[in-house]
């Protein structure tokens, strides 16, 4: 297990969810809802030790749950870390603290769901609800 999978694996015994709304709650990190125009799908910031996530209220609701996740993989995985704005080409950013948000956001979503036996990771993926084009982070 690496340190996404160790964590994930915590935050889902502690707070006894992976519903990335539910844990950021439990964190008592602020998500906002707010019109963020057409390409941005969320950010993270922290200012005065006070952790919040920005979601663009037109996002559909896996989009804004994936985006929701996304931020708090960083919240978990580089505190203290300026990270750039979510946007939908994010998705295909070679940077490496985006690749392991989105690859925490996968696996935080994902939860505690397994493969059945035999099952591709395809079909698996596509069975908890995540779109082909995220297939890649997990
Ligand atoms: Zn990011």
Known sequence: MD???????????????????????QKRIEVLFEDLGKNIWGYYACFNRIPSIHI??????FRARFAIAHELGHHFLHPGINTPFLRKNT?????????????????LIIGNSQPEYGETKKSFLLRCCIPEELHVFY
């Open 91 to 107: 998705l295909f950013s070679i940077d490496k603290i985006e690749r392991e948000a989105n690859r925490f956001a996968i696996k």
């Open 3 to 25: 340190l996404t999978e160790r964590t994930i694996t915590q935050l889902i015994k502690i707070h006894g969810t992976n519903d990335p709304m539910r844990v950021a709650a």
């Open 56 to 61: 663009n209220f037109r996002l559909d609701e």
